[in-house]
């Protein structure tokens, strides 16, 4: 014992490594309590708002008080914006806050066939959509739906919505900051990610996990099973449309397609009723023999409520910015009578039908060159054309004509022009989707507001193309079968643009 006590540790080297072992785990810790606290910080939720966000040992978040939505949309802008639409109704349904996605990239993600029975399954489309959308949140490319058209016409007093970046910011404490391109968006959305949240959240919200968690109900139906109804006294029973004998042996499945009850299935009383968050796959439905391929929801005259709401979703307008540039166009850059032809050319099945499209465009043109006041003015048919065909690819067709022709004098829009510019720059600044959103409880208004890094601008041409057409006095010349037409013809008929 004295042999030890007679050794100075100050002059063993194991005392100086274990000295400096213990301050480095000092700092060590110090570090992790301080980051630890600053986690917690930013996890607790506060006293005021709409959404109230607090710890959940399953969901990471749960938003006390509300209910959500989710879906999964799909292909062109106008597919999307259909879904939307159906969203908003099983929405008011069910009463269920909806949360509102960014405009997804054309065909980024594909559904497949309902009538030939061959689609991605509710999974895998929820799944690559939340991918797509951290493509462009990372890509800084968001734009939210509710940027791009005005849902405040159904949203104002009948459903609920979140944006998409406040729900991820507020439920799974991701950091979507990027995808924000205004004070108010950064404001809220710009907290601290926790770790692990995000493959959680893709998990959960995509339904990878199946039902069975306390957190999301993943509706697996899809349109090979199931048409949604609602009021109607058909529950369960078989639809009209069923997979012919021969597809049930070549591709060797057993689908049966059932009526359902929305209100049943996933309304008050069932078991997805009790979930915080109801995810579907796509909500896309169009009539196919005699059919709905997937909702069949049109008329509710025993509820008064979602009656009204049908009867505003036929039309919800562009934003005011997209409809203003437009009108700018018309008044300013046209400035005289015009006829609007929208022709679709490379897209799908458009791109094997140019000769009927020019054809309808051609007896256009020359039933106008016949009126009275065209023969005694003599000036030239203005016409404003949009098409998905570059000019350098009009060589050889009927486009190339018309160009040449002093008979007519063509108008067209460029995507980088300053007019398309600067719309788009008013577009982001006003935040509509956000403003349209259900707000955190730990927002205190515009004194948190905060400057946003440079986010790109958005491809708002087409949009802003529909708006010039529904301002065009002289008439309009649309492709058959194409969305894009039929939203400007019922645009002109809802009179959107009052020169």
Known sequence: MSRWRKRSPRNNPLFFLSVALLVLFALFLAFCLSSTADLLRSLLPSSSGTLDAARSTQCGFSLRGERFLWFAPHSGFSNQVSELKNAILFAAILNRTLIVPPVLDHHAVALGSCPKFRVSSPTELRTAVWDHIMELVRDRRYVSMGDIIDLS????????????????SAWCALNMEQACSGGLCCAISGTKSAVGNFDQCRSLLSGLQGNNNQCTYAVED?????????????????DSFQAGKELLKKKKISYVRKRRSISKALGPGSKAAMSPILAFGTLFSA???????????????????????????EF?????????????????????????????????????HWKTTFSTLEQKLKSLELKPNRRILGDPINIFLMTDLPSVNWTGTYLADLAKDSTYQLYTMEEKSELVMQAAKRLMASEHGIRSSVLPRNYEGSRKKKACNQVLLPDILLFI?????????????????????????????????KL
């Open 222 to 238: 899809d349109c090979r099973t199931t048409v949604w109804t609602y009021l109607q006294d058909n529950d369960e029973m078989l």
């Open 316 to 352: 919800i307008p562009f934003s005011p910015e997209i409809l203003a540039a437009g009108k700018e166009f018309a008044l300013n850059k046209i400035k005289n009578p015009f006829l609007c032809a929208q022709l679709r050319l490379l897209d799908g099945q458009f791109k094997n």
């Open 287 to 313: 009539p196919y023999r005699g059919s709905e391929s997937y909702i069949d929801i049109h008329e509710v005259p025993g509820d008064p409520r979602i009656q009204s709401l049908l009867k505003k979703m």
């Open 153 to 168: 016409v159904v949203t104002s007093s009948m459903v609920r919505t979140v944006d998409f970046r406040i729900f991820a």
């Open 465 to 497: 193309e529909e708006s010039v057409c529904s301002c065009a006095s002289l008439g309009f010349v649309g492709t058959a079968g194409s969305t894009i037409a039929e939203n400007i013809e019922l645009m002109r008929k809802k009179n959107t643009c």
